[in-house]
C-alpha cells in the first residue's frame, strides 16, 4: 500500500531522515519508533505531504505522492492525526468531524448559495457520517460538546474521527495515547483493531511501549534518522541495536 523509497529530509546542514525505506502491507498495523529527535515526526510529515523530501519518493498504491500538497495526500487515501491536539476547541465535537467531512464535499457555488435540495441532501448526509463516526470511535452521546470541553483522551478519540471524515485507506496516528491513562489506552488499542477489521491500514507513532508492542504486527525503528531495525514486536525486543539505544533512555512507559 504505502512505500517510502531511499527518502531522506534535511533541514539547512540537519539530515533527519537518511535515505529511509520502507513499505506498509494493506491492512497491517505497523508501528515507527525511535527515540526523541529521530525523525519520526518528520517521518509522517513527509509522507504526508507536509513536506517535500530533499531526495526519494513516497508511493501509494503505486502512485508517487510526495512532493504533493496534504491535500492532494488525503485525496489519495491518507489522512493523519497530530501530536499535538489539532481541533477546533470551540466547535462542538459534532462539528469538528463536519468540518473535516465537508472539504470532502461537491458542492458547487450555485447550490450553496440557493441551498438546492441537493445540498441540503448532502449536508444531511455529512451531519449522519459524522454522528456514526463518533459513535464508532466511542464519543456517542458527545456530540454537542465543545472540544475543549472534552476530557483528554476523548479529544484524542474525536481527532481519530475527524481524520476519518475522508475516509482514508491509511491512517497515520501521531502518538495516539500521549496523555491518556492506563483504561484509555487499552480502549484506544481496541479502537485501532476495530479500524484494522473495518479496513484501514495503520502507520503509528508512539513512545508508549507496552501500546506498541501489544498492538503492532511490525515496528520500525529509527534512530538518527536511519531504520536501525525492522521486525516484529518480539524480534525488535530482541534486537541488541535497539536494545542498547533504549537501554537507560527510554522515555515513556
Ligand atoms: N521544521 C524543522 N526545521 C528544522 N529542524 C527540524 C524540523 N523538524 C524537525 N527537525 C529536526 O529533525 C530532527 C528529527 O525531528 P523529529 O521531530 O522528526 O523527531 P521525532 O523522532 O519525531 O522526535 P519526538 O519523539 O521528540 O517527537 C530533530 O533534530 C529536529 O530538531
Do not use: W
Request: charged share 20%; with cysteine; proline share 3%.
Amino acid at each position: 500500500m504505502l512505500a517510502v523509497n531511499n527518502v531522506s529530509m534535511h533541514f539547512g546542514g540537519l539530515v533527519a531522515l537518511n535515505e529511509v525505506s520502507m513499505t506498509v502491507k494493506d491492512g497491517e498495523i505497523r508501528g515507527l519508533i525511535g527515540p526523541n529527535g529521530s525523525g519520526k515526526t518528520t517521518m509522517i510529515n513527509v509522507i504526508t505531504g507536509f513536506y517535500s523530501p530533499t531526495k526519494g519518493t513516497v508511493e501509494m498504491d503505486g502512485q508517487v505522492i510526495s512532493g504533493k500538497t496534504p491535500n492532494a495526500v488525503a485525496k489519495a487515501g491518507l489522512c493523519r492525526t497530530f501530536q499535538n491536539i489539532n481541533l477546533f476547541s470551540e466547535m462542538t465535537a459534532l462539528e469538528n468531524v463536519v468540518t473535516a467531512a465537508s472539504t470532502h464535499q461537491t458542492a458547487n457555488l450555485a447550490s450553496a448559495v440557493f441551498k438546492t435540495k441537493a445540498l441540503k441532501d448532502q449536508e444531511k448526509q455529512c451531519y449522519d457520517r459524522a454522528r456514526e463516526l463518533l459513535d464508532f470511535v466511542g464519543l456517542a452521546g458527545k456530540e454537542e460538546i465543545k472540544a475543549t470541553n472534552l476530557p483528554y483522551g476523548q479529544q484524542r478519540l474525536l481527532e481519530i474521527a475527524r481524520a476519518l471524515a475522508t475516509d482514508p485507506k491509511l491512517l497515520l496516528l501521531d502518538e495516539p495515547v500521549a496523555g491518556m491513562n492506563e483504561q484509555e489506552s487499552d480502549e484506544a488499542a481496541n479502537l485501532v483493531h476495530k479500524l484494522r477489521e473495518n479496513g484501514k491500514t495503520i502507520l503509528l507513532i508512539e513512545h508508549h511501549m507496552k501500546f506498541v508492542m501489544s498492538l503492532c504486527d511490525t515496528l520500525t525503528v529509527l534512530n538518527y534518522g536511519k531504520v536501525i531495525a525492522e521486525g516484529t514486536p518480539s524480534e525488535i525486543q530482541n534486537n541488541e541495536d535497539v536494545i542498547s539505544i533504549y537501554l537507560g533512555k527510554k522515555r515513556g512507559k
